[in-house]
């Protein structure tokens, strides 16, 4: 095994956001200066961190087709007027290269089916980070509206990563809604609540309960990279 193994890309990440604790942070340092590896990784981590902070700022709140606000519909009616939504694209930085790069030719079309192009379906990662219930019911709301505005029989993939105060849309003994999680994830809407937030919390005492059926198994940083790597649509509440 290499030395620059023993560290986990948990680790990297906590040097990164400056968590770790002086012993930690002098040994990956020294290791660093010995292996190249370990130098790229951690350039890469800074990268990714930049990366996604700057797709945290500044971006324009999210609108369906046409212009039109986000509205209330079905079992969310009787909630509260949805919040804002920021979204942001993949037309910058490398993840956009890497997205387009990566991606395959479709199979050969017929001459009759070349005048009609066909589109990609869209997939989407929610990102709640508010604990304000009108923000947290606007992500519930634009999932419904992304899971009923699929083409056609094109399925659509959505998420939710919560982290924190966001998280508390996910805590089975503080969340209003529920009922409203568990009919979406009925229609295959898949929720993540942070490990980072999460053991954060624990450390304060606070017993985490989660909602049934929420993922805890990723860091909200992780699970944005991964899926705005793999091409997917982001907004974040």
């Given at each position: 095994?290499n030395?620059d193994?023993?560290?986990?890309?948990?680790?990297l990440?906590?040097?990164?956001d400056?968590?770790?604790?002086?012993?930690?942070?002098s040994?990956?340092f020294?290791?660093a200066?010995?292996?190249?590896?370990?130098?790229?990784?951690?350039?890469q981590q800074?990268k990714?961190k930049?990366l996604?902070?700057?797709?945290y700022?500044?971006?324009?709140?999210a609108r369906r087709?046409?212009g039109t606000p986000l509205?209330?519909t079905g079992f969310?009616?009787r909630?509260?007027?949805?919040?804002?939504?920021?979204?942001?694209?993949?037309?910058?930085?490398f993840?956009g290269?890497?997205?387009f790069?990566?991606?395959?030719e479709?199979p050969?079309?017929?001459?009759s089916?070349?005048?009609?192009?066909?589109?990609?379906i869209?997939?989407?990662?929610?990102?709640?980070?508010s604990?304000?219930p009108?923000?947290m019911?606007?992500?519930?709301?634009q999932?419904?509206?992304l899971?009923?505005?699929g083409d056609?029989d094109?399925?659509?993939?959505v998420e939710?990563?919560a982290?924190?105060?966001?998280?508390?849309?996910?805590r089975?003994d503080i969340t209003?809604?529920a009922e409203?999680?568990?009919?979406?994830?009925?229609?295959?809407v898949?929720?993540y609540?942070c490990?980072?937030?999460?053991e954060?919390?624990?450390?304060?005492?606070?017993?985490?309960m989660?909602?049934?059926?929420?993922?805890?198994?990723?860091?909200?940083?992780d699970?944005?990279v991964?899926?705005?790597?793999a091409?997917?649509?982001?907004e974040?509440?």
């Open positions: 095994m030395k193994e023993h560290f986990s890309e948990e680790q990440n906590a040097f990164v400056g968590e770790l604790d002086p012993e930690e942070k040994r990956l020294n290791e200066e010995r292996s190249a590896e370990l130098d790229s990784r951690l350039c800074r990714v930049e996604v902070k700057h797709a700022e500044d971006v324009p709140p087709p046409g509205a209330r969310l009616a909630a509260l007027a949805a919040g804002i939504l920021l979204a942001v694209g993949l037309s910058a930085g993840i290269h890497n997205y790069d990566s991606r395959q479709g050969v079309l017929s001459a089916a070349v005048s009609e192009p066909v589109a990609e869209e997939n989407y990662l929610l990102h709640v980070v604990g304000e009108e923000h019911l606007a992500a519930l709301e999932a419904r509206y899971l009923e505005s056609g094109q399925f659509r993939q939710i990563i982290n924190e105060k966001g998280l508390n849309l996910l089975s209003p809604f409203e999680i568990s009919a979406l994830q009925e229609n295959n898949v929720f609540a490990s980072k937030t999460i954060r919390l624990e450390e304060k005492g606070v017993k985490v989660l909602v049934p059926h929420a993922n805890p198994d990723y860091t909200a940083l699970r944005v991964t899926r705005m790597q091409g997917w649509k982001y974040k509440i």
